[in-house]
């Protein structure tokens, strides 16, 4: 166990802490990691019912946040490095991440998933859901949730 750990990120504070907390967890089980980070799918309906975005502004963020995205995940290699564990990254776009971290966990034959946790309580995680929770459900290998 913790020879193969998939690390979830999608680059916030909390993400940070988690890949930290997934490094140091492989270096201890003399293990490597794989860097998952996922980029949210734009979706203008979340903002408001017949919104259209401009396609300029829909392309810029998608840019925008795969470029972060690419930045983030050579941080956690150069990370990673320093802490003599081997990484590899993926950089995805995701509508629902916990589909592509059980998939990711799944393909690369991940043994373990590290991943945050937002924190989401009462209607607000009734109603926009948590993945950690989804994560954990759905999911047969052991996770470790980061808060």
Request: charged letters at 30%.
């Amino acid at each position: 166990m913790y020879k193969h750990i998939v690390i979830y990120t999608d680059g916030s504070r909390l993400s940070r802490k988690t890949l930290v907390a997934g490094i140091r967890l492989a270096k201890l089980a003399k293990g490597r990691v794989t860097v998952l980070y996922g980029v949210e799918r734009f979706d203008p309906m979340i903002y408001a019912e017949g919104y259209v975005a401009e396609p300029a502004w829909v392309e810029d963020y998608e840019r925008s946040s795969r470029e972060h995205g690419k930045s983030y995940l050579r941080r956690a290699e150069q990370l990673a490095e320093k802490s003599g564990v081997s990484c590899t990254t993926r950089l995805v776009t995701v509508s629902r991440p916990y589909q592509e971290i059980i998939s990711t966990a799944r393909s690369r034959d991940c043994d373990t998933i590290v991943m945050p946790s937002r924190g989401r309580k009462g209607l607000t995680a009734m109603l926009l859901g948590s993945g950690t929770l989804e994560v954990l459900s759905r999911c047969k290998r052991p996770v470790l949730v980061v808060r």
